[in-house]
């Protein structure tokens, strides 16, 4: 396996991958129950209407779910991981070294939403193993 970063991965850096998406009630209640969130603010109208927020609004994390690739199955890695950005490096394995949010205010269902993903750095590092 090679163990550098190839010249041609470096034009990849800076280089934006913007996602718009349409928050469904649905995307949230999902969301919510994939993480053992509870809270009725992100499944119970009433209640959430009663609340600061006045609707239904999604975990905090969920803004992380909106930077992933929207792929079928079949196109995720074989661990089921999701795909941020397609970086095609020469290793089996890669780890992102760190994500940052800018969050305006909680997502509700029918938000319009823009995510963008920005790869800042490629580099090697020997493994423990």
Do not use: N, W
């Amino acid at each position: 396996m090679e163990t550098t970063v190839t010249e041609s991965l470096l034009p990849l850096i800076g280089m934006p991958k913007v996602r718009h998406y349409e928050v469904t009630r649905r995307d949230i209640r999902h969301f919510a129950q994939a993480i053992g969130e509870e809270d009725p603010v992100h499944f119970d109208e009433d209640y959430a209407k009663t609340t600061k927020y006045g609707a239904i609004v999604a975990p905090p994390l969920f803004c992380q779910m909106l930077t992933f690739e929207d792929v079928s199955p079949q196109q995720l890695p074989e661990d089921g991981s999701p795909i941020e950005i397609d970086v095609p490096v020469p290793a089996h394995r890669t780890v992102g070294g760190g994500s940052s949010y800018e969050i305006f205010r909680r997502v509700r269902a029918g938000d319009r939403t823009t995510a963008t993903s920005i790869l800042r750095d490629v580099f090697t590092k020997e493994g423990r193993g």
